[in-house]
């Protein structure tokens, strides 16, 4: 019972990361800056200039999401083996 709470919690983490992933811009790649474009008052133009930020993308975060969906799985799969062995009288 304790495999299969922990494997459940593990994979609604797992989910957590991805809509973190795909709220954040679903970006492929982990970006450390982003473009901001700043307007001029006094004349109008735009310049664009590079905020300072961290976006995880997936190349971080899907191994993440990925090595706690493979250790889920494995939790669950022992978990139900030991369901099915025969308990000794």
Do not use: C
Not at 32 to 57: A, C, I, Q
């Amino acid at each position: 019972m304790v495999k299969k709470t922990i494997a459940y919690v593990m994979i609604l983490v797992a989910v957590g990361i991805g809509i973190y992933w795909y709220s954040s811009g679903a970006n492929i790649y982990t970006l450390t800056s982003v473009p901001v474009e700043v307007k001029d008052e006094l004349f109008g133009t735009t310049e664009t200039h590079w905020e300072e930020t961290y976006r995880p993308g997936l190349d971080v975060l899907g191994p993440a999401m990925g090595g706690l969906i493979l250790i889920a799985s494995v939790l669950l799969w022992l978990a139900r083996r030991d369901g099915r062995r025969p308990q000794p009288e």
